[in-house]
């Protein structure tokens, strides 16, 4: 498989590769279950085709309790990119208290990006995350939302503060952020991580028994999944799309959607017009 395309990281210039994977719901399993055995495979070959960003949250469960130890077992730490948050705290110590949980379930000392989840509690979260920063235990910080109604919001956050990354969700059929927050990020040099680009596996319901547009195979797209990550990495304020998986395959064809050409206009209506 041909190498994963990078982006640089608006901030500082480092590239990361444009395919990440999320943690929400699809590490959230019992422990020493077969889906847990399922993740280990998941997470190789996340990192032999060349990902390395991973977003997670102490809110999701115990996924970070089932990432941390998977990373450790493989001695995949020194490759991953990590991105936690400070999520549904009040305060500073309550957020330093969460993050100091994280990096023990996570197994590390430091983690790449810590964001603000869903604007909590912003002023505050995002000045402990930049003392963390200033203290070399974060890299990076950002402030997140996941649903088109708090986009303003965080737009106006993202005025106010200058995060080094915003996540955001886009897809297909959600495109409300091409609007405004996509061209701000990308004229303040701000970093956009993509969630949500499957719309939570509505898409795939509506693509059910659909074949592909004539022109995927021309760019070498061989699934309805690699077609929409391209979508939204077709987007030029766009740095990383991070889906999540439970199954080794389709993380495998997930990982195929950062190689190749992006979409087109063209390409881009086309999908627009069957499902947006």
Do not use: C
């Amino acid at each position: 498989m041909s190498a994963i395309e990078t982006r640089a990281i608006p901030s500082t210039g480092e590239k990361i590769p444009v395919i990440g994977m999320g943690t929400s719901g699809s590490f959230e399993v019992r422990p020493g279950s077969p889906e847990e055995a399922a993740l280990r495979e998941v997470v190789r070959t996340f990192f032999a085709g060349g990902g390395t960003v991973i977003d997670t949250a102490p809110t999701y469960s115990n996924a970070e309790d089932i990432l941390g130890p998977i990373l450790a077992e493989q001695d995949l730490r020194g490759k991953a990119w990590l991105a936690t948050k400070l999520s549904g705290v009040q305060g500073r110590e309550r957020g330093l208290e969460q993050f100091n949980g994280s990096l023990k379930s996570l197994k590390t000392n430091k983690v790449e990006l810590l964001q603000v989840h869903n604007l909590g509690d912003t002023a505050t979260q995002l000045k402990l995350a930049r003392e963390l920063k200033a203290e070399g235990e974060v890299r990076y910080v950002g402030l997140t939302h996941y649903l088109e109604s708090a986009h303003d919001r965080l737009l106006e956050a993202m005025r106010e503060t200058k995060p080094d990354f915003i996540q955001i969700n886009y897809s297909v059929g959600v495109r409300g952020a091409e609007e405004r927050l996509l061209p701000a990020a990308k004229d303040m040099g701000v970093a956009v991580i993509i969630n949500r680009a499957f719309e939570d596996g509505k898409l795939f319901a509506r693509t059910k028994g659909k074949d592909l547009p004539g022109w995927a195979a021309e760019i070498g797209v061989t699934s309805w999944a690699q077609a929409f990550l391209k979508f939204a990495l077709s987007q030029p304020a766009v740095t990383v799309v991070i889906p999540a998986t439970g199954k080794p395959e389709r993380q495998a064809d997930n990982l195929k959607a950062g190689t190749g050409p992006m979409l087109d206009e063209a390409q881009r209506k086309s999908l627009i017009e069957m499902l947006g």
